[in-house]
């Protein structure tokens, strides 16, 4: 029987993961979805119709929603497709946030006044 460390999460067949491209060869594209997982899109699975050149598709580096066709759990393999997905959603970045130098002292200011408040307002009602 196989068990997962408890950092890791199963990922299971039908499912729209997000991987990043990590590799591009003429039969399909490589995906590594996390610290376990990796995974092929098959030229066969990225569309309908008839596929050219794979990189008109993805580029190393990006990252994509795949739908998740297999699951090989010994390897940590997976079978990927995204010829019925929208694949290239936007994925925003989040902006890091600047610590100020005041740090937690306007809310050690503030956080008495807010508390008076809140009690004054909850005695009203």
């Not at 590594?32 to 598709?57: A, M, P, Q, R, W």
């Amino acid at each position: 029987m196989l068990v997962f460390p408890t950092f890791m999460t199963k990922i299971m067949k039908g499912k729209i993961i997000t991987g990043t491209v990590t590799g591009i060869e003429p039969y399909g594209v490589f995906v590594s979805c996390d610290d376990y997982y990796t995974g092929l899109i098959h030229i066969s699975e990225i569309s309908h119709g008839y596929v050219k050149n794979i990189n008109d598709f993805v580029k190393i580096g990006d990252i994509i929603s795949v739908e998740v066709l297999d699951v090989d759990e010994e390897l940590g393999h997976l079978k990927l497709s995204i010829k019925n997905i929208d694949y290239k959603k936007k994925f925003v970045k989040r902006k890091k946030i600047n610590e100020t130098s005041l740090g937690f002292r306007s809310l050690e200011y503030k956080l008495p006044i807010w508390i008076e408040e809140y009690l004054k307002n909850s005695k009203n009602d």
